[in-house]
Structures are given as C-alpha cells and as structure tokens.
C-alpha cells in the first residue's frame, strides 16, 4: 500500500478534486492544488490547511501549457511530488441539437490537453527518480461513444487509453500511472442533468474509492461496480442493437 505524501491535484476547486483533496489532507502530507476559479481554490485550500495539510495552491487553466508547466516544475523541484491526479474536466450536453465547434474544442482543450499539460513535465521527473504514481481521470462513459455529450465520452476515451498506454511505458521504470474511471457521482457537472443517474453516489464516497486504489496501484480505478460491468456490456453488444437503445436515451442539457 503507497502512503502519499506530495500530492499535485488538478480541477481542486470542486466536485472531485475538492473531495479528494480534503480526503488526503492530513499532518505530514504536501497539498498542491490547481484550480481556475481563486475563491473556491482558496476556500479548499483552508479546509485543507485545517485538516493539518501543508497547501500551496494556484489559479491556472491548465490550457495553459506555458504557465503550468512552469509551475509545476518550479512546485517539484521543491519537494518532490510522489503522486499528480490530473483531474480537470469539463462536460457539455447538447439537449439533442448537437454540439457547436466551440464547444467540441473548449471540451477536448481542457479534458486531453489539459491532461497532457498535466503529466507532460511530471512523467520525465518521475522516470529520473525511479518512483512516482500518476491518476489520470476518465469516466465510464468513455467504454462505448454515445449521443448526448460526444465530445465528452470521446475525450474521456482518448483519457482513458493514453493512460492504459502510458501505464506500460513507465512501468519499467518504477513509475505507476491508473486510470479512474467514474459513473454518475454527485457534482456541479452532473447537477445540470434531468434524469435518473443509476448508481449514483457522494463525492465523498467516490474519493474514498479513488484513494484506495491508488494506494494500491492499481490499473484502472472503474467504479461503481454495476454500472461498469453496464458499460462493459454495452461496448461488447452489436453496433445496430446499440443504436436502437440510444435513440431513446435521455439528453444532458445544453
């Protein structure tokens, strides 16, 4: 079992980031949280601090390649980070009219390249010292693309396979990179939905989940169990079977 105790933390400013964040706040554990809104940052950051943490915290969109990369090195050299969530993410529905080419960009801009900006200048730092551990977040919706939010289950798709892949690249090395896998929790981004979420859980519970696999360094973080042996179902069912189904599915709003 892996006992953290320099932890990067990406999209800490609510939903998942937040609950995880006070989940490994605690005395002796380094919290370096990012963030795009300051407020919400600076509250968590208290909360933290309460718990006995050691915060430092910052305001960066992590489309920001630049200012983050910067950052997070200057953050490392300084004590050495033994685990980065990179959690940041956006969702969008389209209530059935489809997506616009803004929305599509702001989505994958903040849901890949925001995880690449992330573990980019990490990876190699980690690979030189021989240990480290990386989350990359995905979601279950990224096991079978379906309509509603297509740019959301694809960017979690491509999440989800870069880190399967990165996973075998480092391993070698002693380094560990999991990928999380969520259903329907309870957060900002799922609170715009109008419809009956099976399996639904607490943030709170979710981080727990997530804590303990990446103590264990596991693989792939994919919970809860029911609805993603659900999405593995789907994947595996004939494309024409499929189709029919989720012509009938619910939309997220727009």
Known sequence: MKNFRSILLTGAGSGLGAALARRYAAPGVRLALIGRDESRLAQIAAECVGRGAMVEHASIDVTDQPALAAWIAASDEAQPFDLVIANAGVSGGTSGLGESDDQSRRIFAINLDGVLNTIDPILPRMRRRGAG???LMSSLASFRGLPGAPAYGASKAAVRVLGEALRGDYMPSGVLVSVICPGFVVTPMTARN????????????AAEIMVRGLARGRARIAFPWPMYALARLIAALPAPLIDLVAARLPRKGA
């Open 194 to 205: 109008r419809f009956h979420m099976p399996f639904l859980m607490t943030a709170e519970r």
């Open 133 to 135: 551990t990386v989350a």
